[in-house]
């Protein structure tokens, strides 16, 4: 069986001592260059990893293409349409 799947990773990283909480660093190398910030520093880091995972693919709702032709179908009087 095939199943369609979508993984995606957002990381981001930073100083306690340079920034406190906020993220400084952003992309896929950030925990190696919070790890080495610490080597050189030796201030506390941090790293946070998300990482989503996404199953099978999202089929459109075809059955309203317009907003206004939903909104003047619904206006219409019972059985005529625009």
Do not use: K
Not at 52 to 80: F, K, L
Request: include cysteine; charged fraction near 20%; proline fraction near 4%.
């Amino acid at each position: 069986m095939t199943r369609a799947t979508a993984t995606s990773r957002d990381l981001r990283a930073g100083c306690f001592t340079c920034h406190g909480s906020e993220a400084q660093w952003h992309g896929g190398n950030v925990q190696g260059i919070a790890a080495r910030h610490h080597d050189l520093t030796g201030h506390a880091t941090w790293c946070d990893v998300y990482m989503s995972v996404r199953y099978g693919t999202h089929t459109p709702d075809n059955r309203q293409i317009d907003i206004e032709d939903a909104i003047g179908a619904s206006a219409a009087p019972e059985g005529q349409h625009p």
